[in-house]
């Protein structure tokens, strides 16, 4: 029954930043496919509010505090994760900032930081699960890119180049350790409705929608900005034995955005 092909039960999932946004809604999706769930995020408020929202949500997690780009924190956290519920068999490396800022004024220090958790961190966390994944006969890697990993746009350089390295450590991981039956696939989600995306999408003062609203609005097939529920379903596709010979690719969750040209302003 190729619906079974999607099921995760007893495998073991780590969702990275995950207390809240994408990364809770995709590891609410791989938890009603069947699969153990543990988050970390970067402090113990953000895990906590983190907890309390698996909670409500009826979900069973482990919550854990980790820095990604922190190398040491996040071997232990692998090990203690080990500990408690057995080898990861599913890593989404879902944790990220973005710093919007005109490239020449932004500091090398900033440019460095968004570089260092949304390229770096992903490698660290890569690095970190795919032994245990070797050793278990296989495993599944999800890096969250993103728009701009295909495009560019005013303010976002770091983040941009962040996530067009991370569409090639995507495939990377894909060449390197295919043959142990990993397979390291991206998700791309379009503009979704976020606290990231928040100041995007703020009312102006006379109760208009913010100019970037408006474009995004204009720039996507769908006519509507994406929702983190929208990518529960790829991202358990990717997850699950259904995407066994799917390896190296981004599936892009955008709405059609990058299929289309925009609707001409009115
Ligand atoms: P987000 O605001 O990007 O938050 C991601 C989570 O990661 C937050 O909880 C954040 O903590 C945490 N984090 C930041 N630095 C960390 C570190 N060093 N170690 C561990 N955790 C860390 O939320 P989002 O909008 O749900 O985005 C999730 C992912 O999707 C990101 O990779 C983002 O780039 C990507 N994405 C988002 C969109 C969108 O439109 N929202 C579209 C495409 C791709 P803090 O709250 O303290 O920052
Ligand atoms: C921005 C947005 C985007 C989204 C996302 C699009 O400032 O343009 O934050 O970067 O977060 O990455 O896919």
Known sequence: ???????????????????????FAIAKGLSEAGA????????????????????????????YVCDITDEKQVQELIKKIEADLGTIDILVNNAGIIKRIPMIEMSAEDFRKVIDI???????????????MIKKGGGKIINICSMMSELGRETVSAYASAKGGLKMLTRNIASEYGEYNIQCNGLGPGYIATPQTAPLRERQADGSRHPFDAFIIAKTPAGRWGTPEDLTGPAVFLA???????????LYVDGGILAYIGKQPS
């Open 1 to 23: 029954m190729v619906l079974e092909n999607f099921r995760l039960d007893n495998k073991i999932a780590l969702i990275t930043g995950a207390s809240y946004g994408i990364g």
């Open 240 to 250: 699950s034995e259904a995407s066994n010979f799917v390896n190296g690719h981004i």
């Open 118 to 132: 949304d390229l770096t961190g992903q490698f660290i966390c890569a690095k970190a699960v795919i032994p245990g």
């Open 36 to 63: 153990k769930i543990a988050f970390n995020d970067i402090n113990q408020d953000l895990v906590d509010k983190g907890l309390k929202a698996y909670k409500e949500a009826g979900i069973s997690v482990k919550g």
